[in-house]
T-cell receptor, first 109, second 115 residues
Framework: AQRVTQPEKLLSVFKGAPVELKCNYSYSGSPELFWYVQYSRQRLQLLLRHISRESIKGFTADLNKGETSFHLKKPFAQEEDSAMYYCAPSDTGRRALTFGSGTRLQVQP | DTGVSQNPRHKITKRGQNVTFRCDPISEHNRLYWYRQTLGQGPEFLTYFQNEAQLEKSRLLSDRFSAERPKGSFSTLEIQRTEQGDSAMYLC?????????????FGQGTRLTVV
């Protein structure tokens, strides 16, 4: 069965501190991996995907197929990064997403 | 077209009543998805359309749930004989047929409360 584990429900850091949001997945085939973010009172939106290998808003995520992990990192957290973050693999066919339970990132001033 | 639109935003209904939600996807998107999200959890996949064809239904979708996308544009999700356990946020998403544009765009959701 497809499964996504985000072990931290809440991650609280101070502004300027490094951040790592963990994601481990169990998924058949070769999924595409995404991070979605939901800021307060806003809709769920894409943050980044593993195939584009981009840095978005200072965030990066490295896919480790051996460890089946896709951790999200940012070297210096900003207050505006406070949000709910979801890791979500997707099969390349129907592209339906399997979401983790999410990690709430709280960046304190 | 400013994105995926869902109506209503909130719905309160009595147990046993039927409810229907609507989703208008981004116009050029041929794929449409419904998800359900309960408190403290990530969204869970319910069903998926490619154009007007419903290609997959999750086991979460009981017989009381039905979804349609009659002309391959907007979609409706109906819940018959609602139960308190149906209380959740119902999310709609759409995505492009382009293989290089695989991201899903989400609506703001319909929050259902069954009393």
């Amino acid at each position: 069965a497809q499964r996504v584990t985000q072990p931290e429900k809440l991650l609280s850091v101070f502004k300027g501190a490094p951040v790592e949001l963990k994601c481990n997945y169990s998924y058949s085939g070769s999924p595409e991996l995404f991070w979605y973010v939901q800021y307060s009172r806003q809709r769920l939106q894409l943050l980044l995907r593993h195939i584009s290998r981009e840095s978005i808003k200072g965030f990066t995520a490295d896919l480790n197929k051996g460890e089946t992990s896709f951790h999200l990192k940012k070297p210096f957290a900003q207050e505006e990064d406070s949000a709910m973050y979801y890791c979500a693999p997707s099969d390349t066919g129907r592209r339906a997403l399997t979401f983790g339970s999410g990690t709430r990132l709280q960046v304190q001033p | 077209d400013t994105g995926v639109s869902q109506n209503p935003r909130h719905k309160i209904t009595k147990r046993g009543q039927n409810v229907t939600f609507r989703c208008d996807p981004i116009s050029e998107h041929n794929r449409l998805y419904w998800y359900r999200q309960t408190l403290g959890q990530g969204p869970e996949f319910l069903t998926y359309f490619q154009n007007e064809a419903q290609l997959e239904k999750s086991r979460l979708l009981s017989d009381r749930f039905s979804a349609e996308r009659p002309k391959g544009s907007f979609s409706t999700l109906e819940i018959q004989r609602t139960e308190q356990g149906d209380s959740a946020m119902y999310l709609c998403a759409s995505s492009s047929p382009d293989r290089d544009k695989t991201e899903a765009f989400f609506g703001q959701g319909t929050r259902l409360t069954v009393v």
